[in-house]
């Protein structure tokens, strides 16, 4: 899989120093190619100052449930690390975390294709609901 070149040279611009970037971030759905997402999938974007990553996405679909895997920094948020959700709009209207799928302070793993590609697995995003991961808790 090859990560699209404007996320490669936005990576190295910021690499290393303290400077504030939102990237966007490609996404692979079923196994496919990563890639910037289609019309009615997730919508992914870093947002980095320093050495914090933090990941935005949303689901801009009205109707239907989406996820993906999403493309992290690799430098920033190595294979093995963590992202700690930090908002998840969904929840701020439940009255428990039953049935959301990635509650507030719930942790994901970030993963490595086979090429060295670090991403994070983010599944069943309701309709027009939004998620903020970091990589400091």
């Not at 196994?31 to 992914?44: N, V, Y």
């Not at 933090?54 to 992290?72: K, Q, T």
Request: charged share 15%.
């Amino acid at each position: 899989m090859q990560v699209p070149d404007c996320y490669s040279r936005a990576a190295q611009t910021i690499s290393g120093a303290a400077s504030r970037a939102a990237i966007p971030a490609p996404i692979s759905n079923s196994g496919a190619p990563f890639e910037f997402g289609a019309a009615g999938e997730i919508i992914a974007w870093s947002r980095i100052l320093d050495d914090e990553e933090a990941l935005c996405v949303v689901n801009p679909h009205g109707y239907e449930i989406r996820g993906g895997n999403v493309i992290v920094d690799a430098n920033l948020s190595p294979p093995g690390s963590e992202l700690t959700v930090v908002i998840n709009t969904q929840q701020t209207v439940a009255e428990s975390t039953a049935g959301i799928t990635h509650p507030v302070s719930s942790r994901l793993r970030v993963k490595q294709t086979g090429d060295g590609t670090a991403y994070v697995e983010i599944r069943n995003v309701p309709p027009s609901e939004v998620l903020v991961l970091v990589n400091y808790p």
